[in-house]
């Protein structure tokens, strides 16, 4: 075993001020040279080739219909109480009629897309396809998707309460949209 002694540090180092202006400088220094070429900044914050995503990546949730239109659901609470989050909330109108869905919500803030809750559904009635892994909103409200947001994710309606509009990022690979 090597011991190693701990350095003393000088008074100035001590004073971490002067430690902290040098890092500063250098930090200012980058960010000069980016400016002065932007070209060869190493960090691309936009780019414009995207990764491929591999095919199992989950995406933004949505509720699949019937054909005449009615959630597939029946509000059977399995995805909910498979999820680690609590961020599936449910309520069914009456338990003694055909179960339906009356609200159906997802907290996004909560969620960690682990994709629990659609292994859990018997009847595939979420999936995590929308190919949307950029999930952003300017309030806390327009990130709980409704049911009838997850059920019509392309309606301009529906969509405008959400906002900003979520950029389709997913150009390349298995999920991309034409
Ligand atoms: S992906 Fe996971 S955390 Fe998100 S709603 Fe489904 S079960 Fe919950
Ligand atoms: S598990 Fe499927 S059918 Fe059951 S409440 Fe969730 S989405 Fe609806």
Redesign the pocket.
């Known amino acids: 075993m090597k011991v190693v002694e701990r350095p003393e540090m000088k008074t100035t180092e001590r004073l971490y001020i002067g430690e902290v202006l040098k890092g500063l400088f250098v930090t200012m220094g980058h960010v000069l040279k980016n400016l002065r070429n932007p070209q060869g900044m190493p960090v691309v914050f936009f780019p414009e080739q995207q990764k491929d995503l591999p095919p199992a990546t989950r995406g933004r949730h949505r ?1 699949m219909k019937r054909e005449d239109e009615s ?10 109480t ?1 999820c680690p989050a609590e961020c ?1 909330h ?1 309520k069914s109108p009456d338990p003694n009629i055909e179960k339906l ?1 009356e609200k ?1 919500e997802i907290d996004m803030l909560r969620c960690v897309f682990c994709g629990f ?1 659609v292994d ?7 999936r995590m396809d929308i190919p949307e892994i950029a999930i952003a909103g300017y309030t806390r409200e327009s990130l709980v998707y409704k049911k009838e947001f997850l059920m019509d994710h392309d309606n301009k309606d529906i969509v405008a309460d959400y906002n900003p509009p979520r950029p389709v990022i997913w150009t390349h690979g298995p999920h991309a949209k034409p």
Do not use: G, V, Y
Request: glycine share 0%; charged share 10%.
């Open positions: 509720l959630p597939r659901c029946t509000a059977c609470m399995l995805c909910a498979a599936i449910i869905p159906f809750c859990a559904c018997p009847l595939d009635a979420i």
